[in-house]
């Protein structure tokens, strides 16, 4: 054996082997280097690796076999002899490998000193990753949302991992929509890595074929790459397999409990799969036709497998969505989270979906104690630490908690996971603007979610904020719902923006248009029903008010107190003041006793749609029209009081104070106040559609108050005029507008 080794040192066959391997690592560079920044195919790497692996076993042979001599290539003998001509030879080979390692050695010098700086996007953490949609190449109709739906999966498993940072899908299908490169898309989202495929279904064989590269995003190398063909249902091997295969090449190690996580399976039935899988392309945009479709899918998916977990965990979220977003009642809306979560529960109690699903019922529908919300919720991030919907909501829980400092750390973290999600953004946004005052860092948060596309829950944010103080922008402020809307011209949230705006403009025809348009199309939404009361007490319309309050009592079982508040606003606006005050009484029983500004702090809103002493200022207004001065001025008292509280807590709710001095009578602090709360504050909110709408009507006889409100609706058409222009110049103006406003 010592005279074989022997032989393979006399013939040079180490010497060979070591300029052949550092040579062809040096070749495997290039290509590859050569490759990303030229945009060459993946296969020619994969094609110099195979041929240089194949090649290295002959080049052996051949050293073995022949020698390079002054006089050509010769046959060696039986017995290699230590010529001098094989002296040569070595000495050659030496020099060879020195200037091979000399190349190599350059090469590492200058990546290290030129690409220093690309060599980590993400400094904080190193296991950083985002998932890019897989390419569809299928031609299969919906085999988009199905390639979309398996990304998603793959990213869920990946989720799982406490040791790698994972962007959210919403965020990642965004920038992938963007051709942007690879680099930039990273940048973008912060992270080191990028997982990418393809995906080819057949229906007929029900066979599935994917392929995955996982990129190292710094200098755009494949660190791994593999190829799969299928039966269908073994889908779920491919997604551990692609997991587990991205944890080890990122050095993730796994916990006992993802480890397990990972071999888990949805379920069975690969027709509910797919329906399941085809539902996540829809449920990330909150409008009404894309939940309803998502619903309907899972919907299908459940009745072809009842013990499908996750799939009732989504459902009860979808529907929340869809009451809040589209046309759902209420009790629509209870019923099925509650058919669904009940049977989440059942199959499922400790998945994170299931968790979250929990948590959010149990907030929103039961208003439970927050303790356990909050427990529910922590653990489902425990078990999957990149949920950022779960962090979400666990913000929502500590902010109604009473721990807003702690409960803006998590909607951060939110926003991390998932920082093209408009609407994390948008309520981001809203805590620097309204409870830390940084106006500056609010508007960078949406503006990079506006500029990035025509966005519309953030530059509808915008819009509510310059809105009011310190801006009062109503010009700004349409435009942004405008531009908004183009891409979701009958969204219910826009189409009731522009008609609230366009009330507070006075822009009667064109809020008609989007009332009727919103009656068509959400017949059943409540933020629709309290905007359109509004636009009736606005232009007088009180027939067509009561009209549209029967309906709801009739078809929609709408509160009792919402009913009442609407029946009673409709009975003074008609001038019948005792039945106004009955039915307020008859529905609000504090306000036949005696009542204290604690009292009414404590007093639990009895909607969303209107403060719990809404009631009782409309009772003021009925008893001092009725003369009755002494009951009106000891509600006024307490109203005032409590008034005084909350702007202790926040200074800038300067409507409470303006409600304060109309309810106790006092003329000339309400024209002062109300002068400062416009023109100096730039707090223009609700206010002409108030004055129009004759809540402040006791005092019209008043010069002063009179003159303040001219100046009012002066500078309103000043506004008014300049949307108009806008409104022309954009195509969207209807020339009958012009008579119906008088402006001909």
């Known amino acids: 054996m010592s005279n074989f080794f022997n032989e393979l040192k006399n013939r040079n066959v ?60 010769k046959r060696t003998g039986t017995v290699q002899q230590d010529t001098a001509d094989n002296r040569k030879a070595g000495r050659r080979l030496n020099h060879i490998i020195i200037g091979v390692l000399a190349v190599a050695l350059c090469f590492m010098l200058v990546e290290r ?47 799982l991992l406490s040791g790698l940072k994972v962007i959210a899908p919403n965020s990642s299908f965004y920038l992938q929509d963007k051709n942007m490169d690879d680099l930039e898309i990273a940048k973008q989202l912060d992270v080191n890595y990028l997982l990418k495929g393809s995906l080819q279904y057949d ?33 779920f091997d491919i997604q551990e397999d692609v997991s587990r295969n991205v944890a080890s090449q990122l050095r993730v190690q796994l916990q006992p409990q993802e480890d397990k996580a990972l071999g888990a399976k949805l379920t ?9 899988l085809e539902s996540k392309n829809y449920t990330k945009k909150r409008t009404d036709r894309d939940l309803r479709e998502a619903i309907d899918l899972l919907n299908q998916a459940v009745k072809l497998e009842p013990d499908f977990a996750e ?14 977003y589209g046309s759902l009642t209420k009790e629509e809306r209870n019923k099925a989270k509650k058919i669904h979560l009940s049977r989440a529960l059942e199959l499922a109690p400790e998945k994170p979906e299931v968790l979250h699903a929990k948590a959010e019922y149990n907030m929103v529908i039961l208003g439970e104690d927050s303790t356990q ?70 508007f960078d948060i949406l503006d990079k979610i506006i500029e990035s596309d025509s966005s519309l829950t953030a530059a509808r944010t915008k819009g509510v904020m310059v809105l009011g103080e310190p801006y009062g922008d109503l010009v700004q402020a349409y435009k942004l719902f405008h531009t908004a809307g183009k891409s979701y011209p009958n969204e219910q949230w826009n189409l009731n923006y522009h008609l609230h705006l366009s009330n507070n403009l006075d822009l009667i025809p064109v809020a ?37 309050v029967d309906f709801w009592v009739a078809d929609k079982g709408i509160d009792k107190e919402i009913e009442a508040l609407n029946r009673a606003a409709l009975q003074k606006g008609l001038g019948n003041y005792d039945k106004a005050k009955v039915l307020l009484e008859e529905t609000f029983p504090y306000l036949t006793k005696t009542i ?42 307490a109203f005032c009081e409590f008034a005084d509280l909350e702007l202790k807590e926040d200074p800038s709710q300067h409507q409470l104070l303006i409600s304060c001095l109309y309810a106790s009578n006092d003329t000339l602090s309400f024209v002062k106040k109300l002068g400062e709360k416009y023109f100096v504050k730039n707090d223009r909110g609700n206010m002409f559609t108030d004055i129009k709408m004759g809540s402040y009507r006791r005092f019209e006889k008043n010069r002063k108050v009179r003159d303040l409100f001219n100046r009012i609706t002066e500078d309103t058409h000043r506004m008014r005029a300049e949307v108009i222009a806008y409104l022309k110049e954009e195509g969207d103006w209807d020339p009958a507008w012009d008579k119906e406003l008088g402006l001909e």
């Open 14 to 73: 180490y010497k060979v082997a070591t300029a052949y391997v550092v040579t062809s690592w040096l070749i495997l560079q290039a290509v590859e280097t050569l490759g990303n920044n030229l945009g060459w195919p993946s296969a020619i790497a994969y094609w110099t690796t195979l041929l240089l692996i194949v090649g290295f076993p002959i080049a052996l042979v051949l050293t073995w076999l022949y020698e390079f001599t002054p006089q050509g290539l």
């Open 113 to 159: 000193v030129f690409f220093a700086g690309n060599t980590s996007i993400n400094k904080k953490q190193e296991a950083s990753i985002a998932v890019l949609p897989f390419e569809n190449i299928s031609v299969l109709e919906n085999s988009e949302n199905f390639a979309k739906g398996l990304t998603e999966q793959i990213l869920n498993d990946l989720a």
């Open 203 to 235: 229906e007929s064989s029900n066979r599935i074929k994917v392929i995955t590269r996982l990129v190292n995003a710094n200098n755009g190398y494949y660190l791994w790459s593999d190829a799969y063909e299928a039966d269908f249902i073994e889908i």
């Open 268 to 276: 069975e039935n690969s027709k509910a799969l797919k329906l399941y």
């Open 311 to 324: 799939a009732h965990a989504e459902l009860s979220w979808l529907y929340s969505l869809l009451y809040a």
């Open 373 to 442: 919300v909050i427990a529910d919720l922590r653990k489902a991030i425990e078990l999957k630490p990149n949920y950022a919907d779960a962090y979400y909501s666990l913000n929502r829980a500590l902010g109604w908690a009473g721990n807003p400092e702690i409960a803006i750390k998590y909607l951060e973290k939110a926003l991390e996971l998932d920082p093209y999600n408009e609407f994390f953004a948008s309520m981001l946004a809203g805590r620097y603007f309204y409870v830390k005052n940084d106006h500056t860092r609010a």
């Open 512 to 548: 008609k248009e989007y009332g009727r348009r919103s009656q068509m199309r959400y017949p059943d939404a409540m933020y629709m029903f309290n905007s359109l009361c509004t636009l009736y007490a606005l232009t007088e319309e009180y027939d067509k008010w009561l009209e549209l």
């Open 596 to 637: 204290s500004g604690d009292e009414i702090a404590n007093l639990q809103p009895f909607s969303a749609f209107y403060d719990s002493f809404s009631p009782l200022l409309l009772y003021i207004e009925v008893l001092r029209l009725q003369n009755d001065a002494s009951l009106a001025d000891s509600f006024a008292a």
